[in-house]
Each structure stands twice: as C-alpha cells, then as structure tokens.
C-alpha cells in the first residue's frame, strides 16, 4: 500500500532543532513535489514548505523562512524538513504530501499522497 510516513518530532526548548523525515513507501517520490503543512489545535492547517520532485525549486511560509530548510534524497525515498531556531508558535503536528506543484511562485495541490503526522512541541 502506497503512504507517507513522518518521523522525527519530539519535544524542543525554544531555540532548538529538529529534522523531520517524510519516507515513502509503496510508491517513488522521485516523482512527486512534497509539501510540509502543520497544524496547531484551534488553527486552521498551513502550508510550511515544498519542494519539487527534482529538488531544483523550494518554497517557505515566512513565518518560517531563514529557519527552516526542505531538502529531499530520492535515492532514500525520504523529503526532510529541518528546524532551526524554534519557536513556541512552531509547535503542532506536521504532516507532509505528495502531488500538487512547487515551482517558482506556484504552490497548490492536489495532494494525492498524506502521512500521519508527527508531533512537534517547543516548549520550556
């Protein structure tokens, strides 16, 4: 069965780091642009970051830019996100998908691929 799986959360102090890993399974990344979305309770879901299938183009929300870095290694199957400098807003859970576009200007779906989450809280 095709899916998405995320790993890597956990619980951080303000200022710390964590990298996230979106593994695919059943089916080849190489293919697809990824999206990270993250979604706090009470909030509606956002868009964090994407990167197109070849790698060569990358997007930021900018409550994240300069913080966080979106990279992905198709010969592992795996899109990463790393998180620097966090911050108490950051926490929430994180998903990521495949599909859609992430070139240039343009980020949209559709999405036919989603993971399960991984939690992230930044917390003293």
């Known amino acids: 069965q095709s899916q998405l799986v995320e790993s890597g959360g956990g619980l951080v102090q303000p200022g710390g780091s964590l990298r996230l890993s979106c593994a695919a399974s059943g089916f080849s990344l190489r293919y697809h642009s990824i999206t990270w979305f993250r979604q706090a309770p009470g909030k509606e879901r956002e868009g964090v970051s994407c990167i197109s299938s070849s790698g060569d183009s990358t997007i930021y929300a900018d409550s994240v830019k300069a913080r966080f870095t979106i990279s992905r290694d198709n010969a592992k199957n795996t899109v990463y996100l790393r998180m620097n400098s966090l911050k108490p807003e950051d926490t929430a859970v994180y998903y990521c998908?495949?599909?859609?576009?992430?070139?240039?200007?343009?980020?949209?779906?559709?999405?036919?691929?989603w993971g399960q989450g991984t939690q992230v809280t930044v917390s003293s």
């Open positions: 998908a495949a599909g859609g576009s992430c070139s240039g200007r343009e980020w949209y779906g559709p999405y036919g691929y």
